[in-house]
């Protein structure tokens, strides 16, 4: 049975009336989406997040960088500084995680998790369900494989529950297309070794509260995962 984590209501009630994101800010539409679950309605919005994140747009067209079928918004984009090439657009992970807590005056605080494995991936969801303290969890991934589209770009979703039995991870992605029909819109669940497999040199922003910080730490290294950010 799927395991609905802490603020995945919020989350998923968030993600039906912002849906979708603008082009080239996946990032910053995930964080703001993810957010939600620790701060609710005082969660900072795309285009803040974007500024603390310096993120880049490149101003063309990037026709592979969104599904096929999927709209092409540019709303935030007039505040944002342009990106040198289109490899350099959008959203590093260093930046979000630095712009999630400077959007939020450092109310809360992200834990960088590099890389799980498919039985640390694993671990980490089933002991996230149990913990005390309400969490956000955005995970930068590989889309191929992820959707049923040819797409293969780099991209953020958000995690907000987990099936044990089934195996599979429930995440917001940030355009209808990509949703489940039987289940709310944006929302689907993934296989949780082909979810692993898609962060394999990527990973997790674990998003807390500033007083459970020291605990969220405590949890990942427990696990024996890697508290790092990645460079992609």
Request: proline share 6%.
């Amino acid at each position: 049975m799927l395991r609905r984590f802490a603020g995945a209501s919020a989350i998923v009630s968030t993600l039906d009336h912002v849906l979708p994101q603008p082009d080239q800010l996946c990032g910053p539409f995930s964080a703001s989406v993810a957010l939600t679950a620790v701060m609710g309605y005082d969660a900072p919005d795309v285009t803040t997040l974007a500024v603390a994140s310096r993120s880049a747009i490149w101003p063309g067209e990037i026709d592979s960088g969104r599904p096929p079928g999927t709209p092409r918004l540019t709303g935030g984009w007039d505040v944002l500084p342009r990106a040198a090439s289109i490899d350099s657009a959008g959203t590093t992970a260093a930046g979000l995680a630095e712009g999630i807590e400077t959007a939020t005056d450092h109310r809360v605080a992200v834990v960088p998790v590099m890389g799980p494995a498919t039985d640390g991936l694993r671990a980490l969801l089933d002991r996230l369900g149990d913990r005390p303290f309400r969490f956000g969890l955005v995970a930068n991934v590989h889309t191929r494989g992820l959707t049923e589209f040819d797409w293969n770009v780099g991209h953020f979703v958000t995690v907000w529950g987990f099936d044990p039995v089934e195996d599979v991870v429930a995440i917001a992605d940030t355009y209808r297309e990509l949703g489940d029909p039987d289940m709310s819109p944006g929302c689907r669940t993934v296989s949780t070794d082909v979810f692993a497999s898609a962060m394999s040199d990527r990973g997790l922003l674990l998003i807390v509260d500033r007083q459970d910080h020291h605990a969220a730490v405590s949890l990942v290294r427990s696990l024996g995962l890697r508290h790092d950010v990645w460079s992609a």
